[in-house]
């Protein structure tokens, strides 16, 4: 597993450095403030991300937001919903007060939209994940249950419900609501579990959290069965901080 992530991260690294090569044509040819340059800016921050480095992605996003403002205009959604990745960004910055004023700008924008958006359920989630990170327990699991919600009446996938329902059971924990917590984590690791080996790093997150639950609700032997599926699937180097 250590080399397939490293093999990862390479292709990553080229992929990124493809779109660095794209966005100086873009911009000397056709100008900064276009659409190509735009979208090219958007996928390098989303690289960045997945590299782990939200600070190189924030400043990616912010630029392809400036470009996208100048070639779509403001109101336009392309250019709205880049808000709720910088938002994302700020987040992992630890910058929490960016990170809820570019989310809650982005929902209040989309909404303007549609109120049935369907960006919005995700950009509820990382509001309330802001929320949890500020230790607002209760304010989280508002925002989380308005996500699962609009993606249940918007019939988006089963994989996407399961994103909320883990942070519901999370926020559900936070307030040691432990028995409400439970059925909401129980239904998202089931979720990844059907869809295999592609979810495994879901599955193990919704694991963890519930053997949580599991203690908080005086259930220990049972916690103690899931967290010990998580360590006999977890056989690489990467998995250290799970163990």
Known sequence: RDDLVARRDRVEVCVLEQHRRALAIFERTIGANTMEAGYTLANMGNIHNRLGDPSAALASTL??????????????PRTITLGGNIGQFHRKLGQLD?????????IDALT???AKHPELPNNFDRLGL??????????SLSHHERAFALATELSLPPFTLAYQQLNM?????????????????????DTWIARGESSAA?????????AGALVGAGRAA???AQAQSVLR??????????R
């Open 112 to 114: 303007r939209i549609d």
């Open 233 to 242: 699937a977890c056989d690489a180097s990467t998995c250290d901080d799970l």
């Open 98 to 106: 960016e990170a809820r004023s570019a989310l809650q700008a982005t």
């Open 202 to 210: 879901q599955r193990a997150n919704a694991e963890l959290a519930l």
């Open 130 to 139: 802001v929320e949890l990170d500020a230790g607002d327990c209760e304010r």
């Open 169 to 189: 059971g999370i926020a559900l924990d936070c307030l040691g609501r432990f028995d409400d917590a439970i059925p909401q984590l129980e239904r998202a690791r």
């Open 222 to 224: 049972e916690a103690l």
């Open 63 to 76: 630029r392809a937001r400036e470009a996208l403002t100048q070639a779509l205009g403001p109101e336009d």
